[in-house]
């Protein structure tokens, strides 16, 4: 899989899952992921990414019930598309998001922390050894899935003193196959100025956005990043939502907005 080709990547977030407030229950989950997964699709998405958004508060690792539902729902939505698929376990489970994606063909994975030391806003730090995570995928034999790394991501605080640009560079030097750069909240777009200076900085290695696009500026979002995942701005908009996450879990995608979206991209890259 050619990362630089994963243009706009939809996400799904799933709703509560087992042992979580408001869970709906699997029927109505798999259900609602089909269609999210379906609606995506008719609006030419180019990838699609599953996260357990609505696991509140987000653990660092995902319990045992969680990890089992995630691969049940992965394996039900890889049946029904040819898309490249990813995924995110929240806060920071590479284990389990590798091994989900290498039992059930996915083609990538999100890990938020790959070389930054960081705080949650949940109040627990979070660093990891990247040797280990690369050591993990070879011995899954899923080298053939891409890692996508966050760099000082979202929905943190940064306790390393590096430049987002440092960052970056050792991210590239550990073996990330393509970095996500976010903005500091969910819905904010990246700081362009560090975006053009990440560019600048690792030259045509692979660069996603991870938050904040919408109709306004994905133009000028991918004349510096290859890709952009979008979820937020996606969706209905008819639910209320809350200081973490925009919109409610009970939003569904809304194909007119992932239309416009595509039609920009397709019209902005035909120019």
């Not at 939809?10 to 089909?34: C, D, N, Q, R, S």
């Not at 609606?39 to 609505?54: D, F, P, R, S, T």
């Not at 990247?130 to 993990?136: S, V």
């Not at 590239?172 to 903005?183: A, K, P």
Request: proline share 3%; charged share 25%.
């Amino acid at each position: 899989m050619n990362i630089k080709s994963l243009k706009i990547i939809g996400m799904i977030h799933l709703p509560p899952l087992v042992g979580f407030e408001w869970y709906p229950w699997l029927e109505a989950i798999v259900e609602k992921a089909i269609f999210d997964l379906k609606i995506l699709e008719e609006g030419w998405i180019h990838a699609v990414i599953i996260e357990n958004n609505y696991d509140i508060p987000h653990t660092k690792y995902l319990d045992t019930e969680i990890i089992v539902q995630m691969t049940y729902l992965c394996n039900i939505l890889r049946q029904k598309t040819s898309l490249p698929l990813g995924i995110c376990c929240l806060w920071n489970d590479w284990k389990s998001a590798l091994s989900i994606a290498k039992t059930v063909w996915m083609q990538f994975v999100r890990i938020p922390v790959f070389v930054d030391h960081i705080e949650t806003h949940y109040g627990y730090e979070i660093s990891e050894n990247p040797e280990t995570i690369l050591a993990y995928r070879k011995k899954l034999w899923a080298e053939d899935i891409k890692i996508l790394t966050d760099i000082q991501v979202k929905h943190s605080t940064i306790l390393n003193s590096d430049t987002i640009e440092s960052s970056s560079i050792k991210a590239i030097q550990q073996g990330s196959d393509g970095l996500i750069i976010t903005g500091k909240w969910t819905g904010d777009m990246p700081n362009l100025e560090e975006l053009e200076r990440v560019r600048k900085k690792v030259g045509d290695f692979p660069i996603i956005t991870g938050s904040g696009t919408t109709d306004k500026n994905i133009t000028q979002i991918l004349s510096i990043a290859d890709g952009t995942i979008v979820g937020t701005f996606l969706k209905t908009n008819t639910k209320e939502g809350h200081t973490i996450n925009l919109r409610s879990f009970e939003e569904n995608i809304d194909i007119e907005k992932v239309r416009l979206l595509t039609s920009l991209f397709v019209s902005w890259n035909q120019e």
